[in-house]
């Protein structure tokens, strides 16, 4: 800790690093392992997967952030104008939560719309923390499950906090 002329205690860290968490986190690790030319997409995706799961926040250096290599730029524009390459599913693209207090059922449900695959589905209500029954098969029921669930949470987070 150092202490500013006006008096205030800081953090010698916080100078030096910076907290990254959710999408922040997930960015910076899918930039790190991108920018190493012997890591596959596959294993980006993979590994970044992991990461996410097993740590829930981290502490980054302060101008760490990794850029792609010169070699690199030439090879990724090459895959990113291939149409068979499908982009990995971010669980945390938007949340669940949010969108269905600030937009409500209908809004939520449109949102997951956009999502046609069950597994899809299931990641993103795993990573957002809303039970789903594994019986549930069809796409509708899944959506329906998910807005069932973060109705749930949300009601058990009010009643927690009253």
């Known amino acids: ?3 500013t002329k006006s008096g205030t205690i800081e953090h010698a860290m916080a100078k030096h690093t910076k907290a990254a968490s959710g999408a922040s986190k997930i960015k910076y690790f899918r930039d790190a392992l ?4 012997d890591v596959s997409p596959e294993a980006v995706e993979r590994l970044t997967a992991k990461f996410d799961a097993d740590l829930s926040h981290v502490r980054i250096r302060r101008g760490a952030t990794p850029a ?3 070699d690199d730029v030439p090879a990724r524009a090459a895959v990113q104008q ?13 949340s669940l939560i949010v969108v269905m207090t600030k937009q409500g059922p209908a809004g939520l449900e449109a949102k997951l719309r956009t999502i046609d695959n069950i597994d899809q589905l299931r990641a993103l209500a795993r990573a957002q923390h809303v039970a789903l029954d594994r019986a549930l098969v069809a796409l509708p029921d899944v959506r329906a499950a998910i807005i069932a669930g973060t109705a749930q949470r949300i ?3 009010r009643a927690a906090a009253s």
Request: no cysteine; aromatic share 8%; glycine share 0%.
């Open 155 to 157: 009601a058990d987070r």
């Open 82 to 94: 291939l149409p068979s390459v499908v982009s990995a599913f971010d669980p945390h693209a938007f």
């Open 1 to 3: 800790m150092t202490q």
């Open 68 to 70: 792609p290599t010169v």
């Open 34 to 37: 991108r920018a190493d030319p």
